[in-house]
């Protein structure tokens, strides 16, 4: 089966840098996946994670351990419209399952 | 052009009805996904199809079903509505690649049941 645990709600400032952590307990795993979503829209592609270890692309990094089933996500530079949510989306066999999503609200 | 469509955008409906929701695509994979998303539960799968003779269950299935029409055209279903199907509704494709198997979802479709 398929459990994904991440903060439900984050506060940062604008500018400033904010980590939203992931674990996660998934069978057959082979990747961790992070999409963005603005509020009423779809989600988007942001990061995917096959190794452990740290993999930057701009402002945004994710990191994976897996023999820790931990992932996060680390947002620098917040800007304004960072606000959304992250979901965390563990691949398994077949499917990807996609966590309930942090919503993070960037203020500024 | 958006790669992937849905149609409609908005739906209204009332108990009992049956209605379709409609999904296209013009980025060529051959996997096709329904989602549902309601507040407070993320994204939950309800079929996927791996090609055009492929249909699978999601997690939440029942009360639900669809069509593979063509490669790029998947059809969701909903044969009777009640109340508790009200919610966004995303259809979503990915190539299937070694490497990674990324998504992409359309713009979504918001459902309401009365």
């Known amino acids: 089966g398929q459990n994904i645990d991440q903060p439900t709600e984050m506060t940062a400032t604008e500018g400033a840098i904010v980590q939203i952590n992931c674990t996660y307990q998934t069978s057959g795993f082979n990747g961790l996946f992070w999409y963005q979503q603005h509020a009423g829209e779809a989600p988007t592609f942001l990061s995917y994670?096959?190794?452990?270890g740290l993999e930057e692309k701009g402002r945004f990094s994710s990191f994976l351990s897996r023999s820790k089933g931990y992932s996060y996500l680390l947002l620098k530079e917040l800007q304004m419209k960072d606000s959304a949510s992250y979901l965390c989306a563990p691949g398994g066999y077949q499917k990807v399952t996609f966590g309930t999503g942090t919503k993070l609200q960037v203020i500024p | 052009d958006a790669d992937v469509t849905q149609t409609p955008r908005n739906r209204i409906t009332k108990t009992g009805k049956r209605i379709m929701l409609e999904c296209s695509q013009t980025k060529g994979h051959d996997r096709m996904y329904w989602y549902r998303q309601d507040p407070g539960l993320g994204l939950r799968l309800i079929y996927y199809?791996?090609?055009?003779?492929?249909?699978n269950k999601g997690e939440i299935s029942d009360g639900y079903s669809v069509s593979r029409q063509a490669q790029a055209k998947f059809s969701l279903s909903l044969e009777s509505a009640i109340p508790n199907q009200t919610a966004l509704y995303f259809c979503a494709t990915s190539d299937g690649g070694a490497r990674t198997d990324t998504q992409y979802f359309g713009p979504g479709t918001r459902l309401t049941v009365l």
């Open positions: 994670n096959v190794l452990d």
């Open positions: 199809s791996f090609d055009v003779k492929d249909i």
